[in-house]
């Protein structure tokens, strides 16, 4: 079993920074694949970016490309989302996901462990 502990969210004002951290804890963390995801009110959960174990590869969604980056310290059990130039549109409830293999994971079906999740809202 893992557990994920998000931190890090909270209101920022549009074009602001904020950098989610999510500690995890019960499996060794390098094998684990990790990602970030989002969920507004009555949609379906989005990827948002994702790393992989050991290698560190990435995915981003094309809506946060370039704004938004996730790293991994394998040391600290830690993933990050750092978010710059933040918007309105990306307020909404994100979520640290983990799976069971190390690899990249774009759909939230392959993910194994989430977190309770941390409320980001971008004031315009």
């Known amino acids: 079993q893992v557990q994920l502990v998000e931190s890090g969210g909270g209101l920022v004002q549009a074009g602001g920074s904020l950098r989610l951290s999510c500690a995890a804890s019960?499996?060794?963390?390098?094998?684990?694949?990790m990602g970030w995801f989002r969920q507004a009110p009555g949609k379906e959960r989005e990827i948002v970016a994702g790393?992989?174990?050991?290698?560190?590869?990435?995915f981003y969604a094309d809506s946060v490309k370039g704004r938004f980056t996730i790293s991994r310290d394998n040391a600290k059990n830690t993933v990050y989302l750092q978010m710059i130039n933040l918007e309105p549109g990306d307020t909404t409830v994100y979520y640290c996901?983990?799976?069971?293999?190390?690899?990249?994971?774009?759909?939230?079906?392959?993910?194994?462990?989430w977190g309770q999740g941390t409320q980001v809202t971008v004031s315009s």
């Open positions: 019960g499996r060794t963390f390098s094998s684990l694949g």
């Open positions: 790393i992989s174990g050991i290698v560190g590869g990435t």
């Open positions: 996901a983990a799976a069971r293999t190390a690899a990249v994971y774009r759909s939230p079906n392959e993910y194994n462990y």
